[in-house]
């Protein structure tokens, strides 16, 4: 049974910075992206940054692009989000999510993430 765990999330001040991570479980992920999104209260959830768990190649969304960073440790199953900069409108809860990678994977949809963890909040005060 695959699990996505994310952890990380809290209160910090805006300029400050945050590292999220998720714990994922229950089959190999080598041929799998994993993304992060966020969904902000009354908000629909939108793609904050991913990455294809093999090459490392990453995708950011432009809102955060030059602040946040998505890594992996391979030996431990995790996937980062390394948030630097953060902003009031970064406050949502994040969610960590995983999909099978092929030639027409774009990592902004989310229909093509099969699962997806419980979320991390992140409150970030002005």
């Known amino acids: 049974q695959v699990q996505l765990v994310e952890s990380g999330g809290g209160l910090v001040q805006a300029g400050g910075s945050l590292r999220l991570s998720c714990a994922a479980s229950g089959r190999s992920f080598s041929t799998y992206a994993m993304g992060w999104f966020r969904q902000a209260s009354g908000k629909e959830r939108e793609f904050v940054a991913a990455?294809?768990?093999?090459?490392?190649?990453?995708y950011y969304a432009d809102s955060v692009k030059g602040r946040f960073t998505i890594s992996r440790d391979n030996a431990k199953n995790t996937v980062y989000l390394q948030m630097n900069s953060l902003k009031p409108e970064d406050s949502a809860t994040y969610y960590c999510?995983?999909?099978?990678?092929?030639?027409?994977?774009?990592?902004?949809?989310?229909?093509?993430?099969?699962?997806w963890g419980q979320g991390t909040q992140v409150t970030v005060s002005s």
């Open positions: 990455m294809y768990w093999s090459l490392g190649k990453t």
């Open positions: 999510a995983a999909g099978p990678y092929g030639s027409r994977w774009t990592a902004a949809t989310q229909s093509q993430y099969s699962y």
